[in-house]
């Protein structure tokens, strides 16, 4: 199995950036896709991106895309999302995930972290 912790959250200006890092433990990691979704109070979890167990695929949000780059290391068994020009909205927790396919739906990924919270000040 394979266990995920998010960290490089924090509060940053809109406008601004902040890269997001997923470590995770197993041998297997290279064998899944991973992706990154976001919840904010009140609301329900979304999709952000998604790439690829090989890294040469990615998928975001369309609110995200041109903005945020997900992007994987499987050497050192962590994922990123660097997230430029921050808006207000973007303000969540953003959770890790790792499944068998890349996909938008949260159910079809089997291991979570537990998040980072991301807070973007007007």
């Known amino acids: 199995q394979v266990q995920l912790v998010e960290s490089g959250g924090g509060l940053v200006q809109a406008g601004g950036s902040l890269r997001l890092s997923c470590a995770a433990s197993g041998r297997t990691f290279s064998t899944y896709a991973m992706g990154w979704f976001r919840q904010a109070p009140g609301k329900e979890r979304e999709f952000v991106a998604a790439?690829?167990?090989?890294?040469?695929?990615?998928y975001y949000e369309d609110s995200v895309k041109g903005r945020f780059t997900i992007s994987r290391d499987n050497a050192k068994n962590t994922v990123y999302l660097q997230m430029n020009s921050l808006k207000l909205e973007d303000t969540a927790v953003y959770y890790c995930?790792?499944?068998?396919?890349?996909?938008?739906?949260?159910?079809?990924?089997?291991?979570w972290g537990q998040g980072t919270q991301v807070t973007v000040a007007s």
């Open positions: 995930a790792g499944g068998g396919v890349v996909s938008a739906t949260p159910t079809l990924y089997r291991y």
């Open positions: 790439i690829s167990r090989s890294g040469g695929s990615t």
